[in-house]
């Protein structure tokens, strides 16, 4: 099982520049998060997907758009990327049922705004 | 507003000692507490505590939950440079389809 996926997993961008961040799971998971993590910040949940077609928005949602057309995948986008994105980001998914309340994550994307 | 306090931020230890991290919450309908271990990479489950007094064990690494005083412990007897880590804690409350985070407690084991 490859479990979660994060493509790519470094990229360097120029302020206003776009981008996506792709996130692909195999467990047929329903719920599916991004995070950002910063020194000193912690984990902070930008947005989350609770099944195929919804979103919604977490603690720091502004700058970024996120899309669940299939339910393996969780894209983010950036509209126009600043230099207080650069951070590295998880995704993680989440199964639904007993004693599943756990997060699986992906190994990070670490992404830097010039 | 729901909130998770990790101390220390920062601890730094000799192999051999025994260390003990803190994770405070204040969240309304709290459900579970879980840690997790962060090395280079992506955060690693470690436990998942619900109830008050039941310690969780798991080779030298043990957790406990009070949920009176709204807090949980993670110790670590006699550390290894490969426990050098972050260790995060998170709260899961009802009715919620999120995790709150902690900040992390960075710990490095030294020769």
């Known amino acids: 099982n490859a479990g979660v996926t994060q493509t790519p997993k470094f990229r360097v961008l120029k302020t206003g520049q776009s981008m996506t961040l792709l996130c692909a799971q195999d467990m047929n998971h329903e719920y599916m998060y991004w995070y950002r993590q910063d020194p000193g910040m912690g984990l902070r949940l930008i947005h989350y997907s609770v099944g195929e077609g919804t979103t919604a928005k977490g603690e720091v949602p502004d700058g970024y758009n996120v899309s669940r057309l299939k339910k393996q995948n969780f894209l983010l986008g950036l509209e126009s990327a600043a230099p207080s994105q650069t951070s590295v980001y998880f995704c993680?998914?989440?199964?639904?049922?007993?004693?599943?309340?756990?997060?699986?994550f992906g190994a990070g994307s670490r992404l830097t705004v010039l | 507003e729901d909130k998770v306090v990790q101390s220390p931020l920062s601890l730094v230890v000799h192999e051999g000692d025994t260390v003990t991290l803190n994770c405070s919450y204040e969240v309304t309908n709290f459900r579970s507490l879980l840690w997790y271990k962060q090395e280079k990479k992506a955060p690693t489950f470690l436990f998942m505590l619900t109830s008050s007094g039941i310690e969780k064990k798991s080779g030298r690494l043990s957790s406990i939950l009070d949920k009176k005083e709204l807090f949980s412990i993670l110790n670590i007897t006699a550390t290894q440079t490969g426990d050098s880590a972050v260790y995060l804690c998170a709260v899961e409350a009802y009715n919620t389809d999120k995790l709150i985070f902690g900040t992390g407690t960075r710990l490095q084991v030294f020769p």
């Open positions: 993680a998914s989440l199964g639904m049922g007993a004693g599943a309340n756990v997060l699986t």
